[in-house]
């Protein structure tokens, strides 16, 4: 089996063979699920951070005796996995206030199955000098929170460390994006999500080394054959079938504006000394979710300027049905994009259901030949 073939499969596994490695040293894991929680403090501490998925879990009856079913589907899927039982290796989650759906998911699991460490971090909805300020604050308190609990000090030089192994990690992921936009691409955005997937769930000095062995065999290969060159950006997007079955009808996807892909780490490089406020304003100034309802400008840039630099075709802006944020922003993007003359398909589906696909490929094939009749 190739490198690659193996970080896919690896992928794919939520309790894998390095958290298991890591579990029985008798390391500590923690989950989070949103950009805005800076592995960094948990690392500094000698904690595994995890970021939680669901891998397009289609099975939610546990999950929606708690929320209901006009919830977001992504959110009950990952509250089905920790109600079931799959997420019993995390020794605690951090909550943040992405939306109130995985409030809802974060709070119901820890209400249902409690776990030790559960810690609420409250990120500002706005980027001004008082939310820095505020943010700053929930950071330490966050700091604090983590040393009680696990009897740890978080040391200036720990921080540094932890700092270190996540630039080095944002670099390789930078890579496999720049491996994408190159004119041949070698490198699909199926494999460069389980790339970002990879990177969330084990060790940095482990993915660094395993990241760099497949990085190798992808430079190696031929150029991947496709019909268009597709952006895919929107809501939570942890499924590497769904990648798969766009990519499938030739719609290569050579950049994405995800929060599982380049919003977790295409950030602005920040010059001041406090390392807490480093991580508040790569947060506040980098993050480009929809619950910043003030920075629509911001999200519509960084698209316009990955077509430009991906030479994209078309971009596909992909929502999980009941996602409020991304429901009305996709909706604000396909606009701006028709007016430029950017072909653009707002795509609305359930988390995880395989009962959908046959509608995707119908709508996302029309799009391909739309696409392919303005190239001729």
């Given at each position: 089996m190739s490198v690659i073939q193996r970080l896919k499969e690896y992928s794919k596994v939520i309790f894998n063979e390095s958290v298991k490695e890591w579990k029985d040293s008798g390391g500590n894991v923690v989950g989070y699920s949103c950009v805005t929680t800076p592995p960094e403090i948990l690392l500094a501490a000698d904690i595994l951070p995890y970021?939680?998925?669901?891998?397009?879990?289609?099975?939610?009856?546990?999950?929606?005796?708690?929320?209901?079913?006009?919830n977001c589907s992504f959110a009950r899927s990952c509250l089905q996995l920790g109600l079931d039982g799959t997420y019993d290796f995390l020794d605690g989650i951090v909550e943040t206030n992405g939306c109130d759906h995985l409030r809802g998911m974060f709070e119901n699991w820890q209400y249902n199955r409690p776990l030790k460490f559960f810690h609420y971090l409250k990120v500002p909805?706005?980027?001004?000098?008082?939310?820095?300020?505020?943010?700053?604050?929930?950071?330490?308190?966050?700091?604090?929170?983590?040393?009680?609990?696990?009897?740890v000090e978080i040391t200036e030089d720990r921080l540094e460390r932890a700092f270190e192994m996540e630039e080095k990690v944002s670099a390789v992921l930078r890579e496999t994006y720049e491996i994408r936009r190159d004119e041949n691409p070698r490198i699909s955005g199926e494999e460069a999500l389980c790339f970002y997937l990879l990177s969330t769930a084990m060790h940095p000095q482990k993915f660094?080394?395993?990241?760099?062995?497949?990085?190798?065999e992808v430079k190696s290969r031929a150029p991947l054959e496709y019909r268009a060159r597709i952006m895919l950006c929107g809501a939570a997007t942890d499924e590497i079938d769904l990648l798969s079955e766009i990519e499938g009808l030739g719609g290569l996807i050579v950049s994405d504006a995800l929060c599982f892909g380049s919003?977790?780490?295409?950030?602005?490089?920040?010059?001041?000394?406090?390392?807490?406020?480093?991580?508040?304003?790569?947060?506040?100034?980098?993050?480009?979710?929809p619950r910043m309802y003030?920075?629509?400008?911001?999200?519509?840039?960084?698209?316009?300027?990955?077509?430009?630099?991906?030479?994209?075709?078309?971009?596909?802006?992909?929502?999980?049905?009941?996602?409020?944020?991304?429901?009305?922003?996709?909706?604000?993007?396909?606009?701006?994009?028709e007016e430029r003359g950017i072909?653009?398909?707002?795509?609305?589906k359930d988390y995880g259901s395989g009962a959908d696909v046959g509608r995707i490929r119908t709508r996302v094939q029309a799009f391909l030949e739309r696409i392919e009749s303005r190239i001729r």
């Open positions: 970021r939680i998925r669901a891998l397009g879990n289609p099975n939610t009856e546990m999950a929606d005796a708690c929320l209901a079913r006009f909805h706005q980027t001004n000098d008082d939310a820095l300020k505020y943010y700053i604050g929930e950071l330490l308190l966050y700091k604090q929170a983590v040393e009680a609990h696990f009897e660094l080394l395993f990241a760099g062995e497949a990085l190798e919003r977790a780490f295409f950030t602005t490089p920040v010059r001041v000394d406090d390392r807490i406020e480093i991580l508040a304003r790569r947060v506040l100034d980098g993050i480009l979710c003030e920075e629509f400008p911001k999200r519509l840039n960084f698209i316009l300027d990955e077509v430009e630099s991906a030479k994209v075709d078309g971009v596909i802006l992909v929502c999980n049905k009941f996602c409020d944020l991304h429901g009305v922003d996709n909706v604000q993007i396909r606009l701006s994009l072909p653009a398909l707002q795509l609305e």
